[in-house]
């Protein structure tokens, strides 16, 4: 069995985090978010697996079009891998900033 991706995976590459953020809005067809990019075809293809398969992007066939519409719940992991170590580096910078007022 495929191990599932993850958002970190799907978010680190730039062009998904612009497919993201193209979809975050609104629900657009394949081929609209190629239209975007100056890629081929395939490597869109490809980018939008990664996304579909940590959940951040929802497919759905219509006719022959696919529609793409994300799913930014998916981010939640993010923000709470991020959120731990945001008190972190604000203690430190409060620090550095007493240090520096002295």
Known sequence: MKARRDVFQAIADPTRRAIIGL????????????ENFNISQPAISKH?????????????????ERHCTARLNALREVTRWAEQYKKFWNDRLDILEDLLNE
């Open 48 to 64: 939008m697996r990664i996304l579909t398969e940590c959940g951040l992007v929802a497919v759905v066939k219509k006719g022959r």
């Open 23 to 34: 979809l975050a809005g609104q629900t657009l067809t394949l081929n609209t978010i190629a």
